[in-house]
C-alpha cells in the first residue's frame, strides 16, 4: 500500500492550498484518513483526522481555517486549508489506518509535502 500526497508549496500569508493524498495498492478496507504535520525542531502533531463514516476531528489550531475531506470510492483524503498562517509551515504527511484479513490494522504514511507559508 502506498500513500502519495500532492499539493504542497509555497504561499502568502491569508492564502490557501488544498493537499490530495490517494492510496493505492491491494486495499480491503481503510479506517481513519487523516493528516498531520511536523516543523522544524518539533514534534509531528495532528491536524485533522476523518473516519470511514465521515466524523472529523481538528486541531485546535486548525479548527475554523482547515477542512479535510475523503471519498471512500476513491480512497482518497484531501485537506483544504484556507487563511494560513506563517505558523502553518511544516511538512504535512498524509496517514491512514488499513484493515486487512488476518493482518488487522496498519498505519501507513505519505513521504509528505511541503507548506511554506510566507508573512
Known amino acids: 500500500v502506498q ?8 504561499v502568502q500569508a491569508g492564502g490557501s492550498l488544498r493537499l490530495s ?6 486495499i480491503f478496507r481503510i479506517n481513519v484518513m487523516g493528516w498531520y504535520r511536523q516543523a522544524p525542531m518539533k514534534q509531528r502533531e495532528l491536524v485533522a483526522v476523518i473516519g470511514s463514516g465521515g466524523s472529523t ?51 501507513y504514511w505519505g513521504q509528505g509535502t511541503q507548506v511554506t507559508v510566507s508573512s
Open 57 to 107: 476531528s481538528y486541531a485546535d489550531s486548525v479548527k475554523g481555517r482547515f477542512t479535510i475531506f475523503r471519498d471512500n470510492a476513491k480512497n482518497t483524503v484531501a485537506l483544504q486549508m484556507n487563511s494560513l498562517k506563517p505558523e502553518d509551515t511544516a511538512v504535512y504527511y498524509c496517514n491512514a489506518d488499513l484493515w486487512a484479513p488476518v493482518v488487522g490494522t496498519t498505519s
Open 21 to 26: 493524498c490517494a492510496a493505492s495498492g491491494t
Open 3 to 10: 500513500l502519495v500526497e500532492s499539493g504542497g508549496g509555497l
